[in-house]
């Protein structure tokens, strides 16, 4: 019996106490202190820049002027859409050079017979390839932020690696790429792409007269 009572006067205390107040996890000033805004800040603007040139129309006009590269034998085209991906990715994140660049070489691929791949994989490649600039990819903007490295540390080892590591992915397109991808042809859903739905034909006139005529 005492012990029960003992019990009963403890619930009872902890019932006028309340509940009991305990500390939050983190608190803002040292969110506000820990996380990185800068790099945030780069990789949401990234985004903010893909969104942008698909609404304003800025995609379409790039893609009226890459007509042109029709006219070129695609090793010329691999190697001047690499070079526009490697040079856009160095001021743009990755994700945004890419998300503006893939739907309009796809079709640039599409409308010259060739793989889609063949022209697509390369501009993957060479938008991750970026190691000039601090904005190119989550990687730079960590490592600028520590403040041990500036922009002129990166920029001239960061364009040699650029130029080394696209020549190696453009030898591998054409070599081993050919033969793992069959890049040599285009496939038969992308040559599906280009060509327009059939319509359904007119009804004949003598079965549109006896359907007025009922």
């Not at 691999?78 to 994140?93: G, I, K, P, Y």
């Not at 010259?112 to 000039?132: D, E, I, K, N, T």
């Amino acid at each position: 019996a005492g012990q029960a009572g003992d019990g009963a006067e403890l619930e009872a205390g902890s019932a006028r106490a309340g509940p009991v107040e305990t500390g939050s996890l983190v608190s803002w000033p040292e969110i506000e202190a820990r996380v990185p805004w800068g790099v945030l800040l780069l990789l949401g603007g990234g985004f903010a820049l893909a969104d942008a040139c698909r609404v304003s129309g800025l995609s379409d006009l790039l893609s009226e002027h890459l007509d042109p590269l029709a006219s070129l034998p695609p090793p010329l085209v691999v190697l001047a859409l690499m070079a526009l991906a490697s040079l856009a990715t160095a001021f743009a994140s990755n994700v945004a050079t890419a998300s503006i660049l893939l739907p309009v070489v796809g079709a640039l691929a599409v409308s010259q017979g060739c793989h889609p791949l063949l022209y697509m994989a390369p501009v993957v490649l060479a938008v991750s390839l970026a190691f000039s600039l601090p904005v190119s990819t989550p990687p730079n903007a960590l490592a600028f932020a520590s403040g041990r490295l500036s922009v002129r540390d990166m920029a001239p080892l960061g364009a040699l690696l650029n130029v080394a590591c696209c020549a190696v992915v453009f030898l591998f397109l054409f070599t081993t790429g050919e033969v793992i991808f069959g890049l040599g042809s285009q496939p038969a859903w992308a040559a599906g792409i280009r060509e327009p739905p059939p319509h359904a034909p007119p009804p004949p006139h003598n079965a549109s007269h006896n359907a007025s005529a009922g």
